[in-house]
């Protein structure tokens, strides 16, 4: 199963086009055919996710 991970939530694939207001098809088709492209929005997401988390660290760090 294709995890995405997405406004800070991992989601399985069935979850994202609902998200993302568009169809299961859509989404899969999309991963097919333009698996370079779906890979690096992928990698941002998660890049995001963590960029967010380091920030809440940081934070808290701050706060000590």
Known sequence: ????????KTLIK???PELLNVSRNTLTNFEREKS???RLIN???????NIE??????AE???I
């Open 1 to 8: 199963m294709v995890l995405c991970v997405l406004l800070n």
């Open 14 to 16: 069935k979850e994202s």
């Open 36 to 38: 370079e492209l779906a």
């Open 43 to 49: 990698q941002g997401f998660v890049l995001d996710a």
């Open 53 to 58: 988390a380091i920030e809440k660290h940081l």
């Open 61 to 63: 760090l701050k706060a």
